[in-house]
């Protein structure tokens, strides 16, 4: 059953207008050029908190005169957020009509998924259908930046906390000791953010591929576009100074060439005292579903 959840709603409030502040003391050439810690083994050391903003990153803003709680006006040191007349009844009703309005950068389907995706985009997030709303894991792309990271010699531990995507914290351990990603005919299906991540180095830049992803179950966006089982996500961490970089490359055989998502930006916090935020309580709420009309389209991802 595919259900709403008000908690969810309030936690993506929250976090959009507490979480990826940016800080407007320093300007984007000054973090570059900030002296940046190696490890031991010489590569950049990306251990820290990082849910800060880096000036003249790119963001997204509202052109239209409404609003729901996205930034809808800014300045150089403050953000403007909002509900159509202040009842929250519209607020993901507009964040998706906004969304939507952003064309700039999509996933390119093949054709005979296009009335799948149509459809979705429609009215799975009126409904909804996205299978990971509500108290659910979202995925590595929906997710995006980790909010913590921890470099140890053999690994790397990503720490996501809750965002609108997913109310939910997660942790993975990116294994950088040399050993294989798993191959096709290992894959298992169980993790809905990757039964196998492995990860190089690149010069200075951490290359994090992941693969073996359930059926079903994940999307990249809110807008209806569904993950294939076989998809092969390969993420890229460029520390350069105080600027942390992430840019991901989604190879789905649904795809007619793979996709890049658009690059994220995040600066440490540097706030000794910094710490990784707990899984906040998630109450869904019943609602209409709508498993049926979705369950014609999945079969094709499988």
Known sequence: MHIFSKTVLAIGIITVLT???IAQDVTREELLNAPMLRTAQGHPDLTGVWIVGVPGAQSFASNGPGGSFYRIASSDNESVYQVRDGNFYWGEIDQEMFVKSDRGNMPLYKPEYWEEVRWNEEYGYERPVDPGFG???????????????????????????????????AI?????DGRPLRTEDEYEGLNQMGGSSVGHWDGDTLVVETVDFPADLLWYSTRGWPMSPGTKITERYTREG???RLDITVDDPAFIEPWEVRPEERRPDLNPGALFPPTPVCLELAGDSVAEAAG???????
């Open 19 to 21: 979480q990826h502040v």
């Open 135 to 169: 108290c659910r894991e979202a995925g590595i792309v929906k997710r995006g930046f980790p909010a913590e990271i921890i470099h140890l010699p053999n690994k790397v531990v990503l720490l996501y906390g809750s965002e609108f995507v997913s109310p939910l914290t």
């Open 172 to 176: 993975r351990q990116i294994p950088t």
């Open 242 to 244: 105080d600027v942390l």
């Open 296 to 302: 014609s389209f999945g079969a094709r991802f499988r």
